[in-house]
């Protein structure tokens, strides 16, 4: 029997396959195996953080008298600082506020800067205001904003929390910015006009699914970004309260004593870094994974 070309018309289009996870998985550890390095050792962060009160031998914040400045010991693995505290339990409970701390400023400054903008590259009569005060909180300085914010409040994790994500949120919105301006006037989206779409449909089934790729990517790099600025504000007495164990508290503690007892700030300051570090190498890698002009290359 002969297959016309009305039969070859009118059959179904062959769906494209989908590779499975694990496919993807393994294409990009072997693809780019830093980024895959840098994403198991955030992994490993993480689950530090999870466990920390398992894996803490001691209270973070109790003192001990006795044995300030405590070298490494079966006791107390990484030492004590000059109060008597446990190094090693201070350095696991300080990768929880760390990474909460750059976890949640990436996830709001994502959200906000999504929403505002979609709004700023679709509307063109909203573009203009709100692009030049976009302008105007990029010119601030997040730890000179988190500094003018504690000498108003107080000192608290969600002080530095909501200090750091008001300088990203402009950078997000410039990015979805500019990925909007390119997509609306692609001839599906003017289709989609032209058919009598509502806008909030436009957005979500069009729009939003193009800024996904480099908004994945962003949020890596702004997650390393806050994780550095609130060690840092910690570092100066601007941020969280010096009784809560973070990194850059115990980095602050610990200057003085650097000559008698380095191990009292190498801990938080390799933790530091390694994190930093992961997050920088897996960003990298999804960057080369998720552009496809990058991708093509590969």
Not at 49 to 57: C, W
């Amino acid at each position: 029997m002969a297959v016309t070309p009305v039969d070859i018309a009118a059959a179904p289009a062959a769906r494209p396959r989908r590779d499975s996870t694990w496919t993807v998985v393994s294409r990009f550890v072997r693809k780019k195996p830093l980024g895959a390095a840098g994403g198991v050792l955030m992994l490993l962060m993480f689950v530090t953080a999870l466990l920390a009160n398992v894996l803490q031998t001691h209270d973070p914040i109790a003192t001990d008298a006795t044995s300030t400045l405590a070298r490494p010991s079966e006791d107390h693995l990484l030492g004590t600082d000059h109060l008597g505290r446990d190094i090693f339990a201070r350095t696991v409970y300080g990768a929880r506020v760390s990474l909460f701390v750059g976890v949640a400023v990436a996830t709001m400054s994502i959200t906000l800067g999504l929403m505002i903008g979609l709004m700023s590259g679709y509307f063109r009569k909203v573009d203009l205001v709100v692009m030049r005060l976009m302008d105007g909180l990029m010119a601030i300085p997040a730890i000179l904003l988190a500094i003018a914010l504690v000498a108003l409040t107080r000192a608290s994790v969600s002080t530095v929390i909501f200090a750091i994500t008001i300088p990203e949120i402009p950078r997000v919105v410039r990015l979805v910015r500019a990925v909007v301006l390119s997509v609306r006037e692609a001839p599906y989206v003017e289709a989609a006009i032209a058919g009598g779409t509502p806008t909030w449909k436009i957005l979500l089934r069009h729009i939003v699914p193009n800024t996904i790729a480099p908004l994945i990517v962003q949020a890596t790099y702004i997650c390393a970004s806050a994780i550095l600025i609130e060690a840092a504000l910690s570092f100066l007495g601007a941020g969280t309260p010096p009784e809560i164990p973070t990194w850059g508290n115990m980095i602050a503690q610990s200057r003085l004593f650097l000559s008698r007892a380095p191990w009292t700030i190498f801990a938080p300051g390799i933790a530091l870094a390694l994190v930093v570090l992961a997050v920088n190498l897996l960003g990298d890698g999804l960057r080369d994974r998720l552009d496809p002009r990058l991708a093509r290359r590969m």
